[in-house]
């Protein structure tokens, strides 16, 4: 089995609608793959409508935290959509996009970057805004070469010259909320030194005893180095181990696939969840 359990739509910022993503996953020879959206949840209809037969959808998303002032992302796994107080926490995250993302293009305007909140709207659709929309903005204004090197000081990384911080959860009270709607909480890749400050070893061990479940080690954004390392971690705080693309279409170079979820774990992953489950596809029939 293959197995992609990181991965976003248009929905959030991914370039592919959440129809052309579950083609795009049958069509690379994976038998499962998880739509994780930031924040939300409105590609999961789409997809599972679309869904191709031979492929198995998890639905999930990635949620927004931040520790101790270092951002970090955990992903949740098969919880019901509707339970009140996660979905309460999601909307209010994602309600915060906006004027954040306006507030960020008002710092660019001041630097002499002459981004508009229509460009950046435009380039979001109907998914939910972030920073990689603008960061394309920047693309298409010539300002930086690709959506990578806006993440930068001197740009939209954390801390950097047009940031602008928006609501996170805390992390302790996302995996709380999580495992309230029956989900299954992993962490992002949570060595990914590239994007900025990450969280210390101590404060996985932390999360571990409050009911996290896993820890994504094999990711682009970790080296063989650091993903040795992390499966030691995993091994002495009993979590889970997964691995995954965060595929988001020609927004980044990572491809569907490119890392995989061992299935034992996958099937530890469905066991424990009791919020959703895994839907097989139907070939599209579903509507």
Not at 210 to 221: C, K, N
Not at 246 to 260: A, I, M, P, W
């Amino acid at each position: 089995m293959r197995i992609d359990l990181h991965t976003h739509s248009t929905a959030s910022d991914g370039t592919d609608t959440p129809a052309e993503l579950v083609r795009k996953a049958a069509a690379a020879g994976l038998d499962v793959v998880a739509l994780t959206d930031h924040d939300t949840t409105r590609g999961h209809a789409e997809a599972l409508a679309e869904l191709p037969q031979g492929l198995t959808l998890v639905t999930g998303a990635e949620l927004s935290c931040r520790l101790d002032g270092v951002s970090m992302h955990l992903l949740a796994y098969l919880f019901d959509p509707e339970e009140p107080a996660l979905l309460a926490e999601r909307e209010l995250v994602r309600d915060d996009r906006v004027p954040r993302a306006k507030g960020m293009i008002a710092k660019l305007n001041e630097l002499g970057v002459p981004v508009t909140w229509e460009q950046v709207a435009r380039i979001a659709g109907d998914g939910s805004v972030g920073r990689p929309h603008v960061a394309s903005a920047l693309v298409e204004l010539g300002v930086v070469d690709g959506v990578s090197d806006a993440f930068t000081p001197e740009w939209l990384a954390d801390g950097g010259r047009a940031y602008v911080p928006k609501h996170e959860t805390d992390p302790f009270e996302a995996v709380r909320l999580v495992k309230n709607a029956g989900g299954v909480a992993v962490f992002a890749h949570p060595a990914a030194v590239k994007r900025g400050r990450t969280v210390p070893d101590s404060a996985i061990a932390e999360l571990a005893r409050a009911g996290l479940d896993g820890i994504e080690v094999d990711h682009m954004d970790h080296d063989p180095g650091i993903r040795a390392r992390l499966r030691g971690l995993a091994g002495e705080l009993e979590l889970l181990v997964t691995g995954s693309s965060d595929y988001h279409g020609s927004r980044k170079t990572c491809v569907l696939g490119e890392f995989s979820t061992d299935p034992e774990v996958y099937g530890e992953i469905t066991r424990r969840a009791t919020g959703a489950f895994p839907v097989p596809g139907t070939g599209g029939a579903v509507r």
